[in-house]
């Protein structure tokens, strides 16, 4: 059985040192390599550090990155360096070699000949290129050299966008192939793709079209920037940055560059051969306006400040090429979308809205179509992988495939058809064979239709994931105004939010309190908590919680934090196992939540954190009680106890989030006895059922703690004491030092002359208390009105 202990990364780069890193994220060790600094002088020319500076520079730069390229800081010493001259028969210790270096076939080649020197039989060998041919770079070396090389490509950041393509050549074994399609998956957290060596792979060559469309759509029908940002943007179940931001961000020469390059490879591609660059890119690039690199492009930054001190950005005017103050976007299609919370009803408005936005976006769904359809079997035999690699890829909710199922098979045709564009004659095919749609789901599992057989087969890439989008055709457990409970499978249930954000109010405790009922009086195992939006939950619903501390209604108000603990607590005294299932943003409540879980799976990228402090409260879920808990359970007989305390305090009280899921080990919200990380978010539902089933093997009903030992008096002055340090440090402004102390009473047990054990339901008196006494504080209630109507934090 191949094992990957060791990798080598050869380049370090803005790729190769961010690969590096997402290697060492995984537990890998490194080797990261790169050239010797040009023009070294005589006097630097032994000494190793000179010699690796490119190198190191490469690591430092993705150690500085933000977003963070690493899980957590420390695992950066699992990344060690070196130069191509003087270390390269290191790699003879490695199992994998990768390949990061420029983009030229000449030098590829001739690194590929040097390490052939030293690289171990059998060694997996891969390049990270986007567009050079795998089979051109592998001619010339030995069998055992080509058996075992393929192209890996992975996209940029590599902590972050999920896609991997795989792409073999004629010579590489099916072992290799198969390995890097599971390695990928399951160590590396990746979507993996399975690619044809053709020009630019699957995901570069249909993102690079819907860019090039774009750039001529937005000519033709005379939108401003801002407009097509918009509406291609979340609206459309794509990222924020739109298209022209995102050309700012990658850069307009990379762009263009690669677009020529797809069209000088693709003679035959006449979709990409008709595209016709208008003439602000033109403009844009003999200026060398390339976006962010060059400090202007679509998008220009200006020395002036706007009423907040926030820097005045200008946008091109695309017709006049000159540089214009940025626009309020105004268009009803827009206007009709913000009105539409479900993202499948909101495109097919958008699609069928009369403005030039639904225009736009009618022209490039169509466009796309017509455009994949083609590339059908010519970039791969199986649609599903092309809707893989752009969600995966480029960040896009739905895949081309997905998004023509949103607004009808025949519908999408007959429209493109009318503007003249070719859908490939597959699609008509399939629609007389009586199959209106690419996929259907059918009890928990996917199905694309499949071009040379003419029917259904399974989604291979999602076999060994939970969506449970595919449950959807069956009748729910159980279902409240804002909670379904699913069965999937092996008499364990799944609870999914479908409230706004997953933020949890009256219709989600209540149907978490029912559901674990449910499960403990019927013949079923246990119980995940999970959904596969992309946040678990931001947390607790605060227009509620801010309603009643206006109007003072503190009865109704301690009633339902009461609730709130209640139900927070029946995930961990429940007669059957509770897990939760994370990702994306685990706030507040919804962190509560999975401390009080028996156990949970959350994604590497789970950002975790008791946030309540900068909404004018402190975690009254029994986020603080648990904090005490846990320290309690940390103490050791001669533990000197204080700075432990300090450290959990200052947690709480800065409202710390953890930037990862191995992050949040450190500050406390996890545990290593029983909650785990899950590197491929879709994944974390599937192994929380595991982690129930297994718990399920002899689970005893915890029962609540008599037992916890808070430090009274002698925890508050310590506490008082840090209090005041972030106040003087101006960490802390006067408010935020009234917060931190009521959570410096709740962790110490409040005002005891001595420490002394106390129970779970005491400080969760304490947390309730705080809680309310907080809710009459003005400078509290602005807080919560500021977070409600702008989404942000106050500092008052």
């Known amino acids: 059985m191949r094992r990957i202990k060791k990798v080598a990364v050869l380049g370090s780069g803005l790729m190769g040192a961010g690969l590096a890193c997402h290697f060492a994220n995984v537990g890998l060790e490194v080797l990261m390599l790169d050239i010797l600094p040009p023009n070294l002088p005589e006097s630097q020319a032994k000494d190793p ?40 028969s290191k790699i003879a210790g490695c199992d994998w070699i990768l390949e990061v270096v420029v983009e030229r076939l000449d030098i590829k080649k001739q690194l590929f000949e040097k390490i052939e020197k030293y690289r171990k039989p059998g060694a997996l060998i891969s390049s990270n290129t986007s567009g050079i041919p795998i089979r051109m770079m592998a001619e010339g070396r030995s069998e055992d050299f080509q058996r075992h090389f393929c192209g890996t490509h992975f996209f940029n950041p590599p902590r972050y966008l999920r896609l991997l393509e795989v792409i073999p050549t004629p010579h590489t074994d099916k072992e290799v192939v198969d390995f890097f399609m599971d390695f990928g998956s399951r160590y590396l957290g990746k979507q993996s793709v399975l690619c044809k060596d053709t020009p630019a792979f699957i995901a570069n060559r249909i993102g690079l079209f819907s860019l090039g469309n774009a750039f001529q759509l937005a000519d033709e029908l005379g939108l401003r920037v801002e407009e097509v940002d918009r509406l291609t943007g979340p609206p459309l179940g794509r990222p924020k940055t739109g298209t022209f931001r995102l050309v700012d961000l990658v850069g307009l020469d990379t762009s263009v560059h690669v677009i020529h390059d797809v069209k000088a490879n693709c003679p035959d591609d006449k979709y990409i051969q008709d595209l016709k660059l208008p003439r602000y890119l033109t403009h844009l690039t003999e200026n060398k306006f390339y976006g962010n690199k060059s400090g202007q492009g679509f998008y220009k930054k200006t020395d002036q400040k706007d009423e907040n001190g926030k820097s005045i950005i200008h946008v091109l005017n695309l017709e006049t090429l000159e540089y214009e103050p940025t626009q309020r976007v105004k268009l009803p299609s827009l206007d009709l979308a913000k009105q539409i919370d479900d993202p499948r009803k909101r495109i097919k408005a958008l699609f069928r809205a009369e403005d030039k936005g639904g225009e736009y976006i009618r022209r490039s ?26 969600r995966s890829g480029f960040a896009w909710d739905y895949g081309p495939f997905e998004y ?26 399939m629609l007389e064979k009586g199959i209106s749609s690419f996929y259907k789901r059918e009890k928990g599992q996917e199905f694309y239709y499949d071009i040379p057989k003419g029917a259904y087969l399974p989604v291979t890439s999602m076999s060994e994931f939970i969506i449970l989008d595919n449950y959807r055709d069956q009748a729910p457990v159980h279902q409240t105004t804002e909670t379904v409970l699913h069965d999937i499978g092996d008499g364990v249930l799944c609870l999914e939010f479908n409230s706004k954000m997953n933020t949890i109010g009256e219709g989600v405790l209540r149907g978490m309190m029912e559901s674990i009922q449910l499960a403990e009086e019927g013949k079923w195992t246990g119980l995940v908590i999970g959904n596969n939006a992309p946040n678990f939950s931001v947390g607790a619903n605060l227009m509620m919680v801010a309603m009643m501390a206006y109007q003072q209604e503190y009865d109704e108000l301690n009633m339902a934090i009461h609730q709130f603990q209640q139900t927070m607590a029946r995930c961990r005294f429940s007669s059957i196992p509770v897990v939760a299932a994370t990702q994306g943003y685990v706030f507040g409540g919804g962190c509560e939540m999975l401390m009080h879980c028996d156990a949970s799976v959350c994604a590497a990228e789970s950002y975790i954190g008791l946030v309540e402090v900068g909404s004018g409260v402190i975690p009254g879920g029994g986020g603080t009680k648990e904090f005490a808990l846990r320290l309690s359970d940390s103490f050791f007989e001669g533990d000197v106890q204080i700075p432990s305390l300090v450290e959990r305090f200052r947690t709480i009280a800065t409202a710390q989030v953890a930037t990862s899921a191995h992050e949040a080990y450190k500050l406390g919200y996890l545990q290593h006895q029983k909650d785990e990380v899950e590197v491929n978010t879709p994944r974390n539902i599937a192994r929380a059922k595991e982690k129930v089933l297994a718990l399920a093997d002899h689970y005893t009903q915890p029962i609540p703690r008599e037992d916890i030992l808070v430090l009274g008096r002698q925890g508050l002055g310590a506490l008082y004491v840090a209090a005041n340090e972030l106040f003087l440090g101006r960490f802390a402004t006067e408010h935020d030092i009234v917060i931190a102390k009521k959570v410096a009473n709740v962790l110490c047990g409040g005002d005891l002359t001595a420490p002394q054990q106390v129970s779970e339901q ?17 400078k509290s209630l602005e807080r919560m009105q500021h977070i409600l109507q702008t989404g942000k934090p106050l500092r008052n």
């Open 49 to 88: 550090a000179a010699r690796n500076a490119i190198t190191q520079r490469g690591l430092d730069n993705a150690l500085k990155a933000k977003p963070a390229s690493l899980y957590d800081p420390d695992f950066a010493k699992r990344i060690s360096i070196g130069n191509l001259e003087d270390d390269l």
């Open 762 to 778: 005491y400080l969760l008196d304490l947390e309730r208390e705080a809680f309310l006494s907080l809710c009459g504080e003005p």
């Open 365 to 390: 769904l169509l466009g796309l179509f017509a455009y994949v359809s083609n590339r059908v079997p010519e970039i791969s035999d199986e649609l599903y992988r092309i809707d893989d690699a752009m």
């Open 404 to 429: 023509w199922d949103m607004i009808g098979v025949k519908e999408g045709l007959d429209l493109a058809t009318a503007q003249g564009l070719t859908i490939a004659p597959w699609v008509g095919k």
